[in-house]
Nanobody
Framework: VQLQASGGGLVQAGGSLRLSCAAS????????LGWFRQAPGKEREFVAA???????RGYTDSVKGRFTISRDTKNTVYLQMDKMKPEDTAVYYC?????????????????????WGQGTQVTVSS
């Protein structure tokens, strides 16, 4: 499984960005998918996740109501980020959970994800 994240960039506070993550390799539709981020000097943290079916979604509290995770029927997962804040500045990573026992969850536990993309930088200016 290979994951390719894109869509990062520089945006002003209050603005929007949409991240995309394209997957290749094994059957994408069987995966649960997540977005994580890591700010300078901080540990990687969970942002959002979506189950294999798309019926379950989870968000960290700081992005609820501002970010939306979605997936298409092909091979891409998206993270729509609105009303962005300077504290959203980080490298954003997409990840895939291919374990058939957990793909119907939207977990925030990074240990559950077995494939990771290379990251895309998001910078929000104040």
């Amino acid at each position: 499984v290979q994951l390719q994240a894109s869509g990062g960039g520089l945006v002003q506070a209050g603005g929007s960005l949409r991240l995309s993550c394209a997957a290749s390799g094994r059957t994408f539709s069987f995966y649960a998918l997540g977005w994580f981020r890591q700010a300078p000097g901080k540990e990687r943290e969970f942002v959002a996740a979506i189950s294999q079916s798309g019926r379950k979604r989870g968000y960290t509290d700081s992005v609820k109501g501002r970010f939306t995770i979605s997936r298409d029927t092909k091979n891409t997962v998206y993270l729509q980020m609105d009303k962005m804040k300077p504290e959203d500045t980080a490298v954003y990573y997409c990840a895939a959970d291919t374990n058939p026992w957990t793909v119907n969850t939207a977990s925030g536990d990074s240990v559950q994800y077995d494939y990771w993309g290379q990251g895309t930088q998001v910078t929000v200016s104040s």
